[in-house]
């Protein structure tokens, strides 16, 4: 089993709507859960982090943990064709510096 | 200011040839990582150096993969004898040094472009 399982998508989501991204993972021994977000072409960039269990926002994002169902998601409130990218979800403990990431999920938001 | 880079930014190669791949990360980050990235397997774990000592190497795939790092800054993976499995885009990235995170944070991964090796 890979420590990190993501939906695979793709998604596609008009202007607007909702997205909720999702993954699960297996080793409760890290701390850190982390949302990178990958554009076509280019390396990935941090969206945001959370530390334990609990919720996170920043603006449109709110990433949630749920550490009993060792469950983690992604929320992009009225989304925006800019934020068409591959999200790929990540844990690792602080001084653990190697992280596990998921296979990324494709979203397409269309204008 | 500059950003994690890497060079070359495409590399097509035969299979049977030696490739070196670059990455210059960001000025005064202690580690820097290298991952791989290909169809179908995500973001894998490659090598973890803190200075130009690598204290983690379990993610290299077989001994034909060795990475080295100098004067705790430039670092080049260097995958010999390269096969058609090799193709993937390999990315480096560079943070402070994740022993030193205060608790409840994160030293972040930043992340280059990746070198997108071909082999043929």
């Known amino acids: 089993q890979k420590e990190v399982e993501q939906d695979p998508g793709p998604l596609s989501v008009p202007e607007g709507a909702i997205v909720s991204l999702n993954c699960t993972y297996s080793?409760?021994?890290?701390?850190?859960f982390m949302w990178y977000r990958q554009y076509s072409r280019k390396g990935p960039e941090l969206l945001m982090y959370?530390?334990?269990?609990g919720n996170k926002e920043d603006g449109r994002f709110t990433a949630q943990v749920d550490k009993s169902s060792k469950y983690i998601s992604l929320f992009i409130r009225d989304s925006q064709p800019s934020d068409s990218a591959t999200y790929l979800c990540?844990?690792?403990?602080?001084?653990?510096?190697?992280?596990?990431f998921g296979k990324g999920t494709l979203l397409t938001v269309n204008p | 200011g500059a950003g994690v880079s890497q060079s070359p930014s495409n590399k097509v190669t035969e299979k049977g040839k030696d490739v070196e791949l670059r990455c210059d990360p960001i000025?005064?980050?202690?580690?820097l990582y290298w991952y791989r990235q290909s169809l179908g397997q995500g973001l894998e774990f490659l090598i973890y150096?803190?200075?130009?000592?690598?204290?983690?190497k379990s993610g290299l795939p077989s001994d034909r993969f060795s990475a080295e790092r100098t004067g705790g800054s430039v670092s080049t993976l260097t995958i010999q004898r390269t096969q058609q499995e090799d193709s993937a885009v390999y990315l480096c990235?560079?943070?402070?040094?994740?022993?030193?995170?205060?608790?409840?944070?994160?030293?972040?991964?930043?992340f280059g472009p990746g070198t997108r090796l071909t082999v043929l």
């Open positions: 959370t530390y334990s269990s």
């Open positions: 150096f803190q200075g130009n000592s690598a204290p983690d």
């Open positions: 990235a560079s943070s402070l040094d994740p022993a030193g995170a205060l608790p409840n944070s994160y030293n972040e991964q930043f």
């Open positions: 990540a844990n690792g403990g602080g001084s653990n510096y190697k992280l596990t």
């Open positions: 080793n409760s021994a890290f701390q850190y």
């Open positions: 000025s005064g980050h202690t580690a």
